[in-house]
């Protein structure tokens, strides 16, 4: 593997692990709402982090894709000449 993907299958799987501390916080709270878990900063800073890693790989995934279609765009213009 190289450090790319490394990277990508740390940052998934972090994804992951943070949506789904999020999920059971948010069911937590609604069967509790007395412990306020939603109400906490530390809640709002992970939701936040996961967006953030969301996003950075969301732009990889598009940076990936344009660099394929680039490759492709090149093969395609060399054939046809």
């Known amino acids: 593997m190289n450090r790319l993907k490394k990277w990508r299958f740390v940052l998934w799987n972090l994804i992951i692990s943070l949506v789904l501390v999020f999920i059971t916080l948010y069911i937590l709270d609604w069967y509790n709402p007395y412990m306020d878990f939603m109400g906490h900063a530390t809640v709002y800073k992970i939701s936040a ?8 790989m969301i732009q990889f995934r598009v940076a990936y894709a344009q660099s394929i279609l680039r490759k492709r765009k ?7 000449i």
């Open 49 to 56: 982090v996961a967006l953030i890693l969301i996003n950075i």
């Open 74 to 80: 090149k093969l395609k213009s060399k054939k046809s």
